[in-house]
């Protein structure tokens, strides 16, 4: 009998030796499981965070009812990716967050780093050009208000008769040579009851050659004593008076002179009414009207300010000029003065 046992007891031993290390690959194959199930639950867990790509829209189509509504698709209360491209959200990817995670909880992962994919880049672009757009939009209305109010006559009551160009003064209304020959040749005589071409050169200039009917009016007492003392008024309600203003090129004395019968019409009036809404400038001045028009100034020449022949002119005329712009800043001020003394 112990002989027996002695025999059966290295057979156990080695029976358990055996079992030992039969059972040790599979524990270490179960540790090796639980690390690559940890693994891929790290990997469905970032998985999660990813963004995806669009998808088509879903919609659920139920038998005998009629195609329902993005808005009806929901995943636990919350708005997928595609239902927020429906509705042209500039979210166009929504991560898979896990749905056990409540609303609050989605803020709180935006603490992390976060990649971008190429879509949400392509969708913050299709933002900033919606954007820009609306700017773009706007700035095309606001130039368009800004346009109709430069074509409107000074008091705001209709639009301008004559087609307007722009030039070099911003505030005041320019028109081409072609319009100044059109209306000559009456092509407006429907609508407008008077014109006055007003030629603001120096006398020696003004008879060197001038457009057909213009008046030489080339100081500021001239012009206000023959517009303002007593105005001009049109016997057809319907029709228009203007007046034209031009000098060599256009670009200081017909500009000036249209300014100062504007302001002092302002001071006349009360705003915005005026005796002479509608000023002109023909841009170029006769220095481009005359090559292009001949036929249609007298004499049919031209001659420049600074003309060799006449220096001493020019002189006489400058100076007597520069005197009647210091008298007139003069009153101004004086009047000024006595506005400020004046009683309550």
């Known amino acids: 009998?112990?002989?027996?046992?002695?025999?059966?007891?290295?057979?156990?031993?080695?029976?358990?030796?055996?079992?030992?290390?039969?059972?040790?690959?599979?524990?270490?194959?179960?540790?090796?499981?639980?690390?690559?199930?940890?693994?891929?639950?790290?990997?469905?867990?970032?998985?999660?965070?990813?963004?995806?790509?669009?998808?088509?829209?879903?919609?659920?189509?139920?038998?005998?009812?009629?195609?329902?509504?993005?808005?009806?698709?929901?995943?636990?209360?919350?708005?997928?990716?595609?239902?927020?491209?429906?509705?042209?959200?500039?979210?166009?990817?929504?991560?898979?967050?896990?749905?056990?995670?409540?609303?609050?909880?989605?803020?709180?992962?935006?603490?992390?780093?976060?990649?971008?994919?190429?879509?949400?880049?392509?969708?913050?672009?299709?933002?900033?050009?919606?954007?820009?757009?609306?700017?773009?939009?706007?700035?095309?209305?606001?130039?368009?208000?800004?346009?109709?109010?430069?074509?409107?006559?000074?008091?705001f009551s209709k639009m301008c008769v004559l087609p307007t160009v722009s030039g070099r003064h911003q505030d005041l209304k320019y028109i081409t040579p072609d319009t100044v020959a059109a209306l000559l040749a009456g092509h407006f005589q429907s609508l407008i009851e008077k014109?006055?071409?007003?030629?603001?050169?120096?006398?020696?200039?003004?008879?060197?050659?001038?457009?057909?009917?213009?008046?030489?009016?080339?100081?500021?007492?001239?012009?206000?004593?023959?517009?303002?003392?007593?105005?001009?008024?049109?016997?057809?309600?319907?029709?228009r008076i203007i007046i034209v203003f031009l000098c060599e090129f256009s670009s200081e004395r017909g500009p000036r002179m249209c300014r100062s019968l504007r302001e002092k019409d302002r001071a006349l009036n009360q705003y915005p009414a005026l005796y002479y809404p509608e000023l002109y400038v023909l841009k170029g001045g006769y220095r481009d009207f005359f090559p292009e028009y001949m036929e249609l100034c007298e004499p049919q020449s031209y001659c420049p300010m600074h003309h060799q022949d006449h220096q001493a002119e020019l002189l006489r005329w400058r100076s007597q000029s520069k005197a009647q712009e210091e008298d007139r800043q003069l009153w101004e001020q004086i009047a000024l003065l006595v506005k400020d003394v004046s009683p309550p």
């Not at 239902?83 to 500039?90: A, H, K, N, W």
């Not at 898979?96 to 190429?118: A, Y």
Request: glycine residues 4%; charged residues 30%.
């Open 1 to 155: 009998m112990e002989r027996c046992l002695l025999l059966s007891l290295p057979l156990l031993l080695t029976l358990k030796l055996v079992q030992h290390l039969c059972s040790t690959p599979n524990a270490l194959d179960h540790g090796h499981r639980k690390e690559d199930a940890n693994k891929e639950n790290i990997n469905t867990d970032l998985k999660t965070m990813e963004w995806e790509p669009p998808r088509t829209p879903r919609f659920q189509n139920m038998p005998g009812d009629p195609l329902a509504s993005p808005l009806s698709v929901l995943e636990d209360g919350i708005l997928v990716d595609n239902e927020m491209r429906y509705l042209d959200s500039p979210i166009t990817a929504v991560p898979k967050l896990s749905k056990k995670l409540k609303l609050e909880d989605q803020e709180g992962v935006s603490g992390d780093p976060m990649e971008f994919s190429l879509e949400d880049q392509e969708a913050k672009g299709l933002r900033l050009k919606k954007m820009a757009s609306l700017c773009d939009i706007d700035a095309i209305q606001m130039e368009e208000e800004d346009s109709d109010e430069r074509h409107l006559i000074g008091d």
């Open 195 to 239: 014109f006055y071409i007003i030629d603001c050169r120096y006398p020696y200039e003004y008879l060197g050659g001038h457009i057909l009917g213009a008046l030489n009016l080339h100081s500021q007492k001239e012009l206000h004593e023959f517009f303002l003392k007593k105005p001009i008024v049109p016997l057809d309600i319907q029709k």
